[in-house]
């Protein structure tokens, strides 16, 4: 069995929604509006670990635009980019 990339996109999203909406006091509902970057080398197996850092790039009135990675325990990080909107 293997974690689906689905699920490891979901992860990403929230730990970065989480970050912009910490950042605005949770003013406002915040949604994944684009995958701009995504890159999955290796598959979450069993007893992996997956650690997700998110770093705002730059934001404004109607969203913002992270970036981060994704590491997977005892391999190399997964790059990504997300862009968030708010409700």
């Known amino acids: 069995p293997v974690m689906p ?3 490891i996109v ?15 006091d949770f003013r406002e509902k915040v949604i994944l509006a ?13 007893g ?3 650690r997700y ?3 705002i790039r ?5 969203g913002a635009s ?7 325990i005892e391999h190399t990080e997964l790059p ?3 862009d968030l909107g708010y409700l």
Do not use: N, W, Y
């Open 58 to 62: 730059q934001m404004d009135k109607v």
């Open 34 to 46: 684009k995958i701009g970057k995504f890159e999955i080398s290796r598959d979450a197996l069993p």
């Open 10 to 24: 979901e992860g990403c999203a929230q730990t970065a929604g989480i970050l912009v909406g910490h950042a605005e």
């Open 5 to 7: 990339a689905s699920l």
């Open 66 to 72: 992270t970036v981060g990675t994704i590491e997977l």
């Open 80 to 82: 990504t980019a997300l």
């Open 53 to 55: 850092t998110a770093t």
């Open 48 to 50: 992996h670990t997956l």
